[in-house]
């Protein structure tokens, strides 16, 4: 299986900061990686397809980029509401597995 | 609009069953692959066990190989959870995932508390 890795796992930061979050993949995945945020009590909310497209409806403050093994979320300005957990996951295999999570306070 | 609504959950006993459930609607379910994933307290997110759209082929997480079985019925656009011998490891919330054109997850429903206690 394809293992995941995520940091740093906890970030603060301040409103307006630019945050950025990195994923990593124990092989090369290409860009088969997507990007979720998990509020507290709410259901994950894909953010980012294939590396670095944009869903539908989510702020261009988020910009994911990387490929092979490297991936990085930016969060250009933080805003209060982005407060959440943050999981990549993989999609190149099955099983799609997810990384550990980065949750981000401000 | 896409909805998926799970149902099912509950409190069950170490070594009981439970049969978790997926309603889903706004789009032709018979034609996306379709996933449980779960998140445990304190934990992060976990997939489960994922099943193909017809003629379909099942997939699952080695902690639940054997003890967990994933099934749809198309004519209900329902996609279930059988969970056999559940142990206190699997608590956690159940999230139904409907897989989108890139092998991710588009849409995910509210999730379905599950918890394993004597």
């Known amino acids: 299986d394809i293992q995941m890795t995520q940091s740093p796992s906890t970030l603060s930061a301040s409103l307006g900061d630019r945050v950025t979050i990195t994923c990593r993949a124990s092989?090369?995945?290409?860009?088969?990686l997507a990007w979720y945020q998990q509020k507290p009590g709410k259901a994950p909310k894909k953010l980012i397809y294939?590396?670095?497209g944009l869903e539908l409806g989510v702020p261009p403050r988020f910009r994911g980029s990387g490929s092979g093994t490297e991936f990085t979320l930016t969060i250009d300005g933080l805003q209060p509401d982005d407060v959440a957990t943050y999981f990549c996951q993989q999609f190149y295999s099955y099983p799609g597995n997810f990384g550990p999570g980065t949750t981000v306070e401000i | 609009d896409v909805q998926l609504l799970e149902s099912g959950g509950g409190l069950v006993k170490p070594g009981g069953s439970l049969r978790l459930s997926c309603a889903a609607s706004g789009f032709t379910f018979k034609t996306y692959a379709m996933s449980w994933v779960r998140r445990a307290p304190g934990r992060g997110l976990e997939w489960v066990s994922s099943?193909?759209?017809?003629?379909?082929?099942?997939y699952y997480a080695d902690s639940v190989q054997g003890r967990f079985t994933i099934s749809r019925d198309n004519s209900q656009n329902t996609l279930y959870l059988h969970m056999t011998n559940l142990r206190a490891d699997d608590s956690a919330i159940y999230y139904c995932?409907?897989?989108?054109?890139?092998?991710?997850?588009?849409?995910w429903g509210r999730g379905t508390l599950v918890t394993v206690s004597s």
């Open positions: 099943i193909s759209g017809s003629s379909p082929r099942t």
């Open positions: 294939k590396a670095s």
């Open positions: 092989q090369s995945i290409s860009n088969w």
């Open positions: 995932a409907k897989e989108g054109n890139y092998g991710d997850y588009d849409y």
